[in-house]
């Protein structure tokens, strides 16, 4: 794996150790009439206790344990993030599952094993040519057609789908597929409905963790480490900078038409980032700025607020 390729998977890693994000993963792009029966508000990420300490080692895997047609049987979700196609796909995935039947035999006493839905998440640039059901790779010989297991993994690919079909879901899954899938041009014109979705959620968590992915794929900066369940590094100074490197882009570029409302949205994924929320009466406040002047004046002191309410104050 690439230096850049290990640190994307490690991004992807801390996005879908957030449960709101993978219910969004599964509901809207895996095509299963058996999905609306997962019961999401019981979703539960295995950690040690539960997994080897190998699955924790892997930057790509990813296991939640599930409630299923209101039954305690469980499914596993194993999600494998590959940045580039790999044949023999479904025998790497086949072999992670089977360790993993063997380490759950080795913690609990099972008369019969619960089930594991793989998923196999792309985000490379070619198209995903790989089988996703082992017997393609297998060599078909006459009489022993019974003998070659039976398995399939579910890919997504997140350059299989167009910008209007993401533009249409609105959800932090579809930012994400439409961000990895676009130029900085054309994330630059999306910025308003970006801003939007992120203002939509309510699940403030993912929220963060998507700020913070999106910091780091337009600085491609190293993520630089994890603490449990949430990376160290994070903190509103970062986003600030981050905020700041924009509009210091804006000043350079000039006074365009436009670059209003692009400021106004930064500062709202500021506030969301900084204190999970942007409510109405700031932005209508900082919508009814007349220049974009006023605005860069207004950002250098809203950095330097500890509350919302102190920008109250400010505005």
């Not at 006023?294 to 400010?314: F, G, H, R």
Request: glycine share 4%.
């Amino acid at each position: 794996m690439s230096k850049e390729n290990f640190f994307h998977d490690h991004g992807y890693k801390y996005l879908f150790s957030n449960p709101t994000l993978v219910r969004y993963l599964i509901t809207t792009f895996v095509k299963e009439d058996w999905v609306k029966d997962i019961d999401f508000t019981r979703m539960e990420k295995l950690d040690k206790e539960f997994i080897g300490e190998e699955y924790d080692r892997r930057e790509s895997d990813i296991i939640y344990k599930v409630s299923f047609q209101g039954k305690e049987a469980y499914i596993f979700l194993l999600i494998e993030f590959q940045s580039e196609v790999d044949r023999f796909m479904a025998l790497r995935v086949l072999h992670y599952i089977c360790k993993f039947y063997l380490d759950l035999l080795e913690l609990h006493k099972y008369k019969i094993l619960p089930p594991v839905f793989p998923v196999v998440l792309y985000n490379g640039n070619e198209r995903w040519s790989a089988p996703v059901e082992i017997e393609n790779l297998i060599e078909n010989v006459k009489g022993l057609e019974g003998y070659v297991p039976k398995f399939k993994y579910c890919k997504i690919a997140e350059n299989e789908y167009s910008k209007q079909e993401l533009e249409k879901v609105k959800n932090l899954i579809s930012a994400l597929f439409y961000i990895e899938n676009s130029s900085a041009e054309e994330i630059q014109k999306a910025l308003g409905q970006i801003v939007d979705i992120i203002a939509s959620e309510q699940d403030k968590s993912a929220v963060k963790r998507f700020i913070i992915w999106f910091k780091n794929l337009a600085e491609r900066k190293q993520l630089k480490g994890e603490q449990g369940e949430d990376y160290t590094f994070y903190n509103p100074l970062e986003v600030k900078n981050m905020l700041s490197a924009t509009l210091d882009k804006i000043r350079e570029e000039g006074r365009k038409e436009g670059r209003k409302e692009e400021v106004i949205g930064l500062l709202k994924i500021y506030l969301l980032a900084r204190f999970t929320e942007a409510p109405e009466e700031i932005m209508e406040a900082l919508r009814m700025r007349e220049s974009i002047q006023e605005l860069e004046s207004l950002a250098t002191k809203i950095y330097q607020c500890q509350s919302l309410e102190e920008i109250t104050k400010v505005l």
